[in-house]
């Protein structure tokens, strides 16, 4: 009875070391993830360029987007304009070419359609199909003619990574042509520099001002090198320093067994006999409490919100490393050659 009772508890304490392991990593994992979601959701993935002073071209913004890494561009200006049946109230307008709506996961707006942000549908009430009419402001600018066609909402979305005046905006589709107040682009993070650096040299055309490239979170509390991050966390080792504990463990249980592996070899088992059984014997609560302790980490790590892929690659991948770091010590332990009963009694 002792012998399974043994192996039982060696199994558990492997899939608890292996769990420990693989959950530390994947909490590490998660804040990673979670602070990359909300660096991209403020808007740390956009480049917003403009001429102090002046206008960017809104064809030439649109052209942006043949560049490699650039996702979505939209030459964007911002009007002040009045909502008619609430005359009190100055409602922020942003003039975007195609291109705003997939920064913020919106559908494709029609042309009599406008893309309105929560505040504004919270304060109103609006939602899809919501018939809005739009008027010039008194004392607001001219250079934008008002539709004078009715307009309806094509969709609700946050617009607050574009800024605080966005937030509480509402979005009228405009043509890429004429002047605009500046260039919003969305970009990949590898490409984000190259991107940066490039925007100058095609968004001007040297009959106005220098273009002004910013990164809106840059030198804020946001800005993570995820990537670099995750490549570097401590926590990416504790699978081996698991292994290399179960391993320890496993080999001080051969040891306090010696007398057992001297009788067998006083009762003639080969040498190689005992490698195997020494072997198996340790081999066998690796293997298991491996695998238990690797689902346990990988549903752990997908409870918390972790993309199922990630969690399972990374539970799966601190179970290998350590079964493999315990498999190691377990099969240097084994390859001992035990002394004879004889031989032990007389050290």
């Not at 993830?33 to 002046?54: F, K, M, N, P, T």
Request: aromatic share 4%; glycine share 12%; proline share 6%.
């Amino acid at each position: 009875m002792a012998a399974p009772f043994l192996h039982g508890a060696l199994t558990v304490v492997v899939t608890l070391l292996v769990t420990s392991a693989g959950v530390a990593d994947l909490a590490v994992v998660h804040r990673i993830v979670a602070d990359e979601r909300a660096y991209l959701a403020a808007g740390g993935d956009l480049l917003r360029a403009s001429v102090r002073d002046g206008s960017l071209a809104a064809d030439a913004c649109a052209a942006v987007t043949a560049l490699d890494g650039v996702l979505a561009s939209s030459a964007v200006s911002v009007r002040q304009v009045r909502v008619v049946g609430r005359p009190e109230h100055t409602q922020t307008v942003l003039l975007a070419t195609p291109g705003l709506e997939r920064m913020v996961g919106a559908p494709t707006l029609g042309p009599d359609e406008v893309l309105v942000s929560q505040v504004v549908a919270d304060r109103w009430g609006w939602r899809a199909g919501t018939p809005v009419r739009l008027v010039p402001h008194s004392t607001g600018p001219t250079v934008w003619d008002v539709p004078e066609r009715g307009l309806a909402v094509g969709g609700v979305a946050d617009l607050s990574r574009f800024g605080d005046a966005a937030s509480s905006a509402v979005v009228v589709p405009s043509a890429p042509s004429g002047a605009a107040d500046e260039c919003v682009v969305q970009t990949s993070a590898a490409a984000r520099d190259d991107v940066a650096a490039a925007l100058p040299a095609l968004l001007g055309d040297g009959t106005a001002g220098a273009v002004e490239v910013q990164r809106p979170l840059d030198g804020g509390a946001f800005g993570p090198d995820a990537a670099l991050e995750f490549a570097r966390r401590p926590t990416r080792l504790a699978g081996l320093a698991a292994g290399a504990v179960a391993g320890v463990l496993l080999a001080v249980v051969a040891w306090t067994r010696r007398q057992r592996s001297a009788l067998y070899a006083t009762l003639g088992m080969p040498w190689s006999g005992g490698v195997v059984l020494r072997a198996t014997e340790g081999v066998v609560p690796v293997v298991a409490g491996g695998a238990w302790g690797g689902l346990c980490a990988g549903a752990t790590g997908a409870g918390l919100g972790l993309p199922v892929g990630v969690a399972v690659v990374t539970a799966a991948l601190h179970a290998l490393a350590a079964a493999g770091g315990a498999v190691a010590v377990v099969v240097l332990v084994a390859l001992w050659r035990p002394p004879t009963l004889q031989a032990l009694k007389d050290r």
